[in-house]
């Protein structure tokens, strides 16, 4: 009973986190589409709320010019089905100013960087995209595959698993990770987001996977060993958490 609630509590978290923030090449961490998101009252008056002007998807983003009546927005959300003239209510996110999207090729003065659609908006919202993300590679097909990688050596090394297990003691530490690449989003925030497995930890917790951010760019398939600083419960803003992620990695040779 206790393993199922802890997969429950975890499966619920993991839901939240897709909305894992990620600013576009998939450009943060970064996530799926989502079905739109109940608010309550009190909440709603912070929506982005009105008439989609302008659309495009992008390095895993859906960017959205919102015409809001007095005045128009630029938003970037998860990729998601949206149309010209759709009504459309976003949550609320984090702005940047001067953001520019690699994939675009395009600096943008002012744009919001949201969790995604709210209850209430009209039309296809909430739909998936069903294409692979630009700007994501991930292993696709081999995502089933049977990973095994044997435990980096040395000092502060530790498996992917080891690492979701004693993450409150590594919090803000230096770990030493060694794996498969199963997925690179790049150009996010500055920064490349891979994940790697190496056949430990529980899929159905979702502690088999490791996220790192790092300025190296890997293949996809490729075993590196990784050495970066373990952080607890990384929120980026706009709703993206991440229970566990190494940041500032650089890939050991």
């Not at 199922?4 to 943060?28: D, R, T």
């Not at 983003?61 to 089905?81: C, Q």
């Not at 919202?125 to 292993?139: T, V, W």
């Not at 990770?177 to 790697?196: A, F």
């Amino acid at each position: 009973m206790k393993r199922f609630i802890v997969a429950f509590v975890v499966c619920v978290l993991s839901l939240v986190s897709a909305g894992v923030y990620a600013s576009p090449k998939q450009e943060n961490p970064l996530p799926p589409a989502q079905t739109p998101l109940a608010v309550t009252s009190s909440q709603e008056e912070a929506l982005l709320s009105g008439k989609v002007a302008e659309t495009m998807n992008s390095g895993g983003y859906t960017y959205i010019k919102l015409d809001m009546g007095d005045k128009t927005k630029w938003v970037a959300i998860p990729m998601t089905e949206v149309k010209v003239g759709q009504q459309v209510k976003l949550l609320p996110g984090m702005e940047m100013r001067n953001f520019t999207s690699k994939t675009l090729n395009r600096t943008f003065e002012s744009i919001i960087f949201s969790g995604g659609l709210a209850s209430g908006s009209s039309g296809a919202a909430g739909k998936p995209a069903m294409a692979q993300h630009p700007g994501s590679k991930s292993a696709g097909a081999q995502s089933a595959e049977k990973i095994k990688v044997e435990k980096a050596s040395g000092p502060n090394a530790y498996t992917v698993g080891e690492i979701h297990e004693k993450v409150a003691s590594l919090n803000k530490k230096t770990a030493v990770v060694k794996g498969k690449v199963v997925k690179v989003s790049e150009g996010i925030m500055g920064k490349n987001w891979i994940h790697i497995q190496d056949g430990t930890g529980d899929a159905l917790l979702g502690t088999n996977k490791l996220v790192a951010t790092s300025q190296d760019l890997p293949a996809v398939g490729d075993i590196i060993t990784l050495k970066g600083t373990i952080y607890q419960d990384k929120d980026f803003g706009a709703g993206y958490k991440y229970p566990v992620i190494m940041e500032q990695a650089a890939i050991q040779k």
